[in-house]
């Protein structure tokens, strides 16, 4: 395959950005989306160019590292992480425009790069899950619902990958919080914080610069690990909670 990718460029935070037009060819149709872009960096390398800047690290759709915005969707035509797509979901002579999640909580750091902990500093102001001290408890000490067991296993998939913000108008981050808050919350043991860490959690959210959700379901639709809508139901429901509790 030959194809013309038209790609952002940005030095550094502050640098003024633009979209920068490019070639490739002998491009296989059993290489992923990264890999297409490792052989336009070889290529530049060659030119004395400076390669292209992009997040990646375990290319198997676990890590949550990769982020594009492939013609205007967050990890492109397929309902996947961008390292598993594959260049077969493309034609020969096409186009394909790549930019970097844009959304005010997520400043681009170089190219296609952005800076996601504000995920890490969501997570990290949930706080620690009370356990006793001393020797490990039986596995069966605890007793889960076989339900409340999947849901939270399901929710759990979350990789944090950030598509969801990506694709949301509002630049919300609802639908990560909402898997990461039902994950605990359907578990025994995340009762004894339940209300403050959901008050903490969408306090820093806010805070982040994240959006407010209005129920578009674009974040569900490109989530590449089918976290469901109904997850900011339980957000919403479990934060009405706290606050009854005087949170
Ligand atoms: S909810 Fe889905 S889209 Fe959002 S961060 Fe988690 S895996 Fe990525
Ligand atoms: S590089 Fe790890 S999920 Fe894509």
Not at 74 to 84: D, F, I, K
Not at 152 to 175: M, R
Not at 218 to 242: F, H, M, W, Y
């Amino acid at each position: 395959m030959k194809l013309t990718l038209k790609i952002w460029r940005q030095a550094g935070p502050q640098a003024e950005g633009g979209i920068r037009t490019y070639d490739v060819d002998e491009i296989s149709e059993d290489m992923s989306f990264l890999e297409m872009l490792d052989v336009l960096n070889e290529q530049l390398i060659n030119d004395d160019e400076e390669p292209i800047v992009f997040d990646h690290d375990c290319r198997e759709g676990i890590c949550g590292s990769c982020d594009l915005m492939i013609n205007g969707e967050a990890h492109g035509p397929e309902v996947t992480t961008t390292c598993q797509l594959h260049m077969r979901s493309f034609h020969d002579g096409e186009t394909i425009t790549v930019e970097p999640w844009r959304a005010e909580a997520f400043p681009i750091i170089k190219d296609l790069m952005v800076d996601r902990s504000a995920f890490d500093r969501i997570i990290s102001s949930g706080g620690f899950v009370s356990v006793n001290t001393g020797a490990a408890p039986d596995a069966h000490a605890t007793p889960v619902p076989k339900a409340n067991a999947d849901r939270a296993f399901d929710v759990a998939t979350c990789i944090g990958c950030g598509a969801c913000v990506a694709a949301c108008p509002n630049g919300s981050a609802s639908l990560f919080l909402g898997a990461k808050i039902t994950h605990l919350g359907e578990l025994p043991q995340g009762q004894a914080e339940r209300d403050t860490r959901v008050a903490s959690m969408v306090a820093q959210h806010d805070h982040e610069g994240f959006g407010g959700c209005t129920n578009i379901g674009e974040c569900a639709s490109a989530c590449p690990k089918g976290i469901p809508l109904d997850v900011i139901s339980q957000l919403n429901k479990d934060l009405r909670t706290a606050i009854r509790h005087g949170h």
